[in-house]
């Protein structure tokens, strides 16, 4: 596996003040860490920081977001960037779940301070405060409108929030367990979701009633995706035909991260399983890079890409840390993975 390039500390905070340092660490496997630093010595004359880097490492191209630095001995680079805005008031601590709406004004998110707050996008100023769930709130998503929110949470309830009010509209109970991750199938009639239980279910949000269970796994499902399946997958046949509140399940598949090492993919009309494959570790998240690619991360730190149409062997495995992989999104050409490191 490739060595791993870090620094050690906030550096967009250490590097901002007239003389700051952080720590930098190369970690190859099998081999002693690599440790060393890199200082801001000051100001350039067109205003982006003069930063060195201790023996064993060099610093690249500088800007005012970025910072671009390699190792040399281990032939590996990383770039390095700041954020362009910071919400440091939204939450007391630690943020556990976020969405942006999708015409990108406003945000929402929960935190273990045991809050679920609507924000605006642009200041990060408060919109809305949502309360109703008992106990922790352990995601959050808003509905393709915008308008609309669905949380789920450690009470084993699922909630539909309006937006503009912060009112409750819909409860869904039903799971057993608590509630630790959700999907909107299309434009929202429909919505899934996965529980400690080690169900994941399909809910009617018109009756406000469960249309059935999609997977019952023996344990946890920590994370699921809903996608179009590619022409070529087998997805089954139900064995009953679906009721007519199933809206959008037709030719869709759906991945279900479970607690026990394994990745699933279900036929979401049909209820019969595709594929199964097992990994490393407990599954956390995935998500679909396209039709026929998807993408799975672990507790130990492993992203797995896959192929639906053959999961016998994973296309790749990423390992870039040991830290567990929390969440994955797919962004442009490729994706975006944040780790509990």
């Given at each position: 596996?490739?060595a791993?390039?870090?620094?050690q500390s906030?550096?967009?905070r250490?590097?901002?003040?007239?003389?700051?340092?952080?720590?930098?660490?190369?970690?190859?496997?099998g081999?002693?860490?690599?440790?060393g630093?890199?200082?801001?010595?000051?100001?350039?004359s067109?205003g982006v920081p003069?930063?060195v880097?201790?023996?064993?490492?060099?610093v690249?191209e500088?800007?005012?977001?970025?910072?671009?630095?390699?190792c040399?001995?281990e032939?590996v680079?990383?770039?390095?960037?700041a954020?362009?805005?910071?919400f440091?008031?939204?939450?007391?601590?630690s943020?556990t779940c976020l969405?942006?709406s999708?015409?990108?004004g406003?945000?929402v998110?929960?935190?273990?301070?045991?809050?679920?707050k609507?924000?605006?996008?642009a200041n990060?100023?408060?919109?809305?405060?949502?309360?109703?769930h008992?106990y922790d709130v352990?995601c959050?998503?808003?509905?393709p409108?915008g308008?609309?929110?669905?949380s789920?949470?450690?009470?084993?309830?699922?909630?539909?929030?309006?937006?503009?009010?912060a009112?409750?509209?819909?409860?869904?109970?039903?799971?057993?367990g608590?509630?630790l991750?959700?999907?909107?199938v299309?434009?929202?009639?429909?919505?899934?979701s996965c529980?400690?239980d080690?169900?994941?279910?399909l809910?009617d949000?018109?009756k406000?009633?469960?249309?059935?269970?999609?997977?019952?796994c023996g344990?946890?499902?920590n994370?699921?995706?809903?996608?179009?399946?590619?022409?070529s997958?087998?997805?089954?046949t139900p064995?009953?035909?679906?009721?007519?509140?199933e809206?959008?399940?037709?030719?869709?598949?759906?991945?279900?991260a479970?607690e026990?090492?394994k990745?699933?993919?279900v036929?979401?009309?049909?209820?019969?399983p595709?594929f199964?494959?097992?990994?490393?570790?407990a599954?956390n998240?995935?998500t679909?890079?396209?039709?026929?690619?998807?993408l799975?991360g672990?507790?130990?730190?492993?992203?797995?890409?896959?192929d639906?149409r053959?999961?016998n062997?994973?296309?790749q495995v990423i390992?870039?840390?040991g830290?567990?992989?929390?969440?994955l999104?797919p962004?442009r050409?490729?994706?975006i993975?944040?780790?509990?490191?």
């Amino acid at each position: 596996m490739a060595a791993t390039l870090r620094i050690q500390s906030d550096w967009s905070r250490a590097l901002s003040r007239d003389e700051g340092e952080a720590w930098l660490s190369c970690r190859s496997p099998g081999k002693p860490t690599l440790y060393g630093s890199v200082t801001r010595r000051g100001l350039g004359s067109d205003g982006v920081p003069d930063i060195v880097a201790s023996e064993g490492f060099v610093v690249g191209e500088v800007t005012k977001k970025s910072i671009l630095i390699s190792c040399p001995h281990e032939n590996v680079s990383t770039k390095f960037l700041a954020p362009y805005t910071s919400f440091c008031r939204i939450h007391q601590k630690s943020i556990t779940c976020l969405d942006i709406s999708s015409g990108g004004g406003l945000g929402v998110s929960t935190s273990t301070d045991g809050t679920m707050k609507i924000w605006q996008a642009a200041n990060g100023e408060i919109r809305r405060l949502l309360e109703g769930h008992v106990y922790d709130v352990n995601c959050c998503r808003f509905f393709p409108s915008g308008l609309v929110v669905l949380s789920g949470g450690m009470d084993a309830q699922l909630k539909i929030w309006s937006a503009e009010d912060a009112s409750c509209v819909v409860t869904f109970k039903g799971h057993k367990g608590g509630v630790l991750d959700t999907a909107i199938v299309d434009r929202g009639r429909n919505v899934l979701s996965c529980s400690r239980d080690g169900t994941a279910r399909l809910w009617d949000c018109g009756k406000s009633a469960c249309l059935g269970v999609i997977a019952d796994c023996g344990s946890p499902v920590n994370g699921i995706a809903v996608g179009t399946a590619d022409n070529s997958l087998n997805l089954g046949t139900p064995e009953t035909p679906p009721s007519e509140r199933e809206v959008g399940t037709e030719g869709k598949i759906l991945l279900l991260a479970r607690e026990d090492k394994k990745l699933q993919g279900v036929g979401l009309q049909s209820r019969q399983p595709v594929f199964l494959f097992v990994g490393s570790d407990a599954f956390n998240c995935c998500t679909f890079l396209s039709s026929t690619y998807i993408l799975a991360g672990t507790q130990d730190g492993n992203i797995y890409q896959l192929d639906v149409r053959n999961t016998n062997a994973p296309i790749q495995v990423i390992h870039r840390s040991g830290a567990p992989v929390l969440s994955l999104l797919p962004y442009r050409d490729g994706f975006i993975a944040s780790q509990g490191n």
